[in-house]
């Protein structure tokens, strides 16, 4: 079958029942009742703090073909998971569905070697990028393909019960004996827990993993005792400076910052910039940068934001401090400026990641979100996103919030360079669609500016910037300068087994992504 | 010779740097100078002038006022650089460290050769030459009206202060003789005149006041380190209202004379010449690429 974005889709994928993504208008409605695995409490009353791994995992009685979740906010610095599998393997426990929030790319140890070795058999997550994406993608052999969904899909998926978690281990930079837990304080502070809370309430264990043990009760609690039923202390947790130690700086790439500052002016060439408006600029090089120019554009405008949402970075919290940003709703914390911010300013409100983009709950942030910019690997003339795969098909990054933001924000704003080396990131057809080109508002590159016709603010938008002399292309004319630099790629070759399920924000299935056939 | 196309700023693209060249079309400099000089390290001279030949030939951006700065006059290179750069066909090319007006002659008298060689329009190339030394300024005018290719003069303040032994600074009193010299000289001979670069990409309000300067003299346009810089060097050099106007009237009456069958047109008195008329286009392009809309009640 062909979903909505022109993707072929088998109707079934081993037991994994297609839904195909229908378009924008044509969101299933979510009418069962909430899940949740959590039970009344079994443990003996204070004895939650285990002696080591290997005994939370025994005491939550984790068996062969479970399911295990982790969130990814210590990103690359993480210690947490190699531990927890390690143990698990040395414990023989085998076929596990491992279910982070994203994997991001740790090599030491291996996640690939915990599927090669049996522990882990299914994945699924936000993203699988690194070595086990490459791997995944080139074959891996896995009982399943790869489930992969937006941030905000996966609490929906844990709520419906298609992702029912046994055991979810969160990290934690600090934690009473209780479980009262936060990322806020600590030497391995990762900021925000946001991607945890759904998993705290939902599974049937859950394990906290910290370095840094605290009188009770820890403050901040970003995650109660409620529902934490052990609670381990480890040598470390992570690495300070792969969790982000410092501020990012701004880049000094001239084309990065061109990029930046036209989507800057696009933002306050909008009507809707105007005092309260609300924003998601990102992490990226390019989101740094906007995120200081829309700043100027902010304070010389006199206004001030309502809200910044999502993943918080320094010079977000700078803009809260100097009053140009009234709150910050941070999911996410992707540097220690911005992981350290929350504990001292009431302002700066750690959320749950549900509350930021599921858009099954009774409302969601996005809901209200002005401007929201994306970065993007490839774009096509649908203005179809691929945030996955790269030029050879290559697992390149997650899926991140990014079909939730395009879908949510009034003006959602993709940023990407028209070639990146000698490929083109424009182009006639992305390989994986990620996100759908009708919720895609503007495209901001080097070369120029484009405006989608199809989306349901484009005559809006059209006027604003037409009225602020901003100038825009078809986006035809970027895809035309990029393929004469670069020439016209050959088309990825792919086998015919499916190695990733990609989800939209509705749970239908947006596309799948093939075997990359290898010479 | 002199067209109506914006210098307001000059960028240089090394041509030893592909991604570079590549990414210097899409700022929004008015003129892309790709080099074969300075930036391109010696073993690199011959790769750089194919590419630089190629892309210049086969890929150059539409709406860019093109050049390419070959090697030195005395250079091993020079040869080769101009068989290239002429066949390339860029609006001008740009000479570096001119010192005496015979060298810039023997330039131009050499890319008329070559144009002639391959059948291209003789003298539809422009030269812009660079004023880097004591000797170069000394002899100004004379470089300027040397031939009728030359177009522009443009300073290089590094080379300039370190003939005359000075200290670059960055309020530049070191060079203030050096601009105003420049500057006359270019009036004089009717040429335009393009500034010294700001080193600093780091100091955009150094920049701002630098510019500030370059523009309050009478400069034409700068050249620009860094794409950075860009935007902050266009914005100074756009025309006031009154400048705005002015320019209007003028075309207007080269109009009305040309309707008439005039052979010499006047405005309030003084009569219009060509660089008169070509001053007002500059005008007015510069005021439309600062997005003033030209035409109705207020301009």
Not at chain 1, 332 to 356: G, H, L, R, T, W
Not at chain 2, 180 to 187: E, K, Q
Not at chain 2, 199 to 225: P, Q, Y
Request: glycine content about 8%.
């Amino acid at each position: 079958m062909i979903n909505a974005v022109g993707r072929e889709l088998p109707e079934k994928i081993g037991d994994y029942i297609v839904k195909p993504y229908a378009g924008p208008q044509e969101a299933i409605e979510a009418e069962q009742p909430v899940c949740s695995r959590r039970k009344p409490s079994k443990r003996a009353a204070g004895n939650k703090l285990m002696p080591d791994l290997k005994a939370a995992i025994e005491a939550c009685g984790l068996k062969d073909g479970m399911t295990i979740s982790f969130h990814h906010s210590f990103r690359e610095g993480d210690k947490i998971i190699g531990q927890v599998l390690t143990a698990i393997k040395e414990l023989g426990i085998k076929n596990l569905r491992f279910a982070p929030s994203a994997v991001v790319n740790i090599k030491n140890p291996s996640i690939v070697d915990f599927v090669k070795d049996g522990t882990i058999d299914r994945i699924q997550a936000s993203g699988i990028r690194g070595e086990l994406g490459d791997a995944v993608v080139d074959g891996l052999d896995l009982s399943e393909p790869v489930i992969l969904r937006p941030h905000g899909a996966r609490p929906h998926a844990i709520e419906t019960g298609a992702l029912s978690i046994d055991v979810a281990f969160i990290g934690a930079s600090a934690s009473d004996d209780f479980g009262n837990c936060t990322g806020q304080t600590g030497p391995n502070a990762c900021g925000s827990l946001g991607y945890s809370f759904i998993d705290a309430v939902s599974a049937e264990n859950v394990v906290v993993i910290t370095d840094n043990i605290v009188p009770y009760p820890c403050v901040p609690i970003s995650i109660s005792q409620m529902y934490v039923d052990y609670v381990v202390k480890v040598d470390e947790i992570g690495d300070p400076v792969k969790i982000g130690a410092g501020a990012a700086r701004m880049t000094k790439n001239p084309r990065d910052i061109l990029i930046a500052q036209r989507t800057a002016d696009v933002i306050a060439a909008s009507r809707l910039f105007k005092d309260g408006y609300s924003f998601q600029t990102g992490a990226g090089a390019i989101s740094i940068a906007c995120t200081n120019f829309l700043a100027e554009h902010t304070e010389k405008a006199g206004i001030q934001a309502s809200y910044a949402l999502g993943g918080m970075t320094a010079n977000i919290v700078e803009m809260h401090n100097k009053g140009l940003v009234r709150t910050l709703l941070c999911s996410q914390s992707f540097d220690a400026v911005a992981a350290k911010a929350m504990a001292d300013d009431p302002n700066i409100v750690e959320i749950d990641n549900s509350m930021y983009a599921n858009m099954f709950n009774k409302s969601c942030s996005l809901d209200k979100l002005n401007f929201g910019v994306l970065g993007a690997l490839e774009i096509d003339v649908d203005f179809n996103i691929n945030i996955l795969t790269g030029s050879s098909g290559e697992m390149m990054s997650g899926l991140g919030g990014g079909p939730d933001v395009a879908d949510g924000a009034d003006i959602s704003i993709v940023t990407i360079p028209i070639i990146r080396g000698r490929i083109p990131s424009v182009v006639e057809k992305v390989f994986t669609c990620c996100t759908p080109g009708s919720s895609v508002a503007v495209v901001v590159t080097e070369a120029g500016i484009a405006l989608n016709p199809k989306h349901k603010n484009y005559e809006m938008i059209k006027e604003d910037l037409e009225q602020a002399g901003i100038k825009t292309v078809p986006i035809e004319h970027l895809l035309k300068t990029a393929y004469s630099l670069t020439g016209v790629p050959k088309p990825v070759e792919t086998t015919d087994k499916i190695t990733c399920i990609v989800e939209y924000r509705d749970g239908t299935v947006i596309d799948v992504i093939r075997q990359i056939k290898r010479d | 010779m002199q067209t109506a196309k914006l210098k307001r700023t000059s960028l240089y693209a090394s041509g030893a740097n592909a991604i570079n060249m590549i990414q210097a079309a899409f700022y929004n400099e008015d003129c892309l100078v790709y080099d074969l000089e300075d930036s391109v390290p010696t073993s690199e001279k011959d790769s750089a002038r194919l590419l630089v030949y190629n892309t210049v030939r086969y890929h150059r951006p539409a709406d860019k006022y093109v050049l390419i700065r070959v090697n030195g006059i005395y250079s091993e290179y020079i040869d080769e650089d101009l068989e290239a750069a002429v066949r390339a066909r860029p609006d001008a090319i740009r000479i570096p460290k001119v010192e005496y007006p015979e060298e810039a002659a023997r330039i131009c008298q050499r890319i008329t050769e070559i144009e002639t060689a391959a059948g291209m329009e003789v003298g539809k190339i422009e030269v812009w030459c660079n004023i880097e030394s004591y000797l170069g300024l000394i002899n100004a005018y004379e470089i300027a009206t040397a031939d009728p290719r030359i177009v522009a003069l443009a300073l290089g303040a590094e080379d300039y202060t370190a003939s005359m032994k000075s200290h670059r600074t960055k309020a530049g009193a070191e060079i203030f003789y050096a601009r105003n010299a420049l500057l006359t000289a270019c009036r004089h001979a009717g040429v335009e005149a393009i500034d010294a670069v700001f080193s600093d990409i780091n100091d955009i309000e150094g920049l701002k006041e630098d510019t500030a300067l370059t523009r309050n003299l009478g400069f034409d346009g700068k050249t620009c380190v860094h794409p950075r810089q860009i935007d902050i060097v266009n914005s100074f050099f756009t025309p006031s209202p009154k400048e705005i106007k002015y320019a209007l009237r003028v075309l207007e009456a080269v109009e009305q004379g040309k309707l008439q069958k005039k052979g010499a047109v006047t405005l309030d008195g003084s009569m219009i010449d060509k660089p008169m008329e070509l001053r007002a286009r500059t005008t007015l392009a510069q005021a439309e690429a600062a997005g003033i809309k030209i035409g109705g009640d207020q301009l």
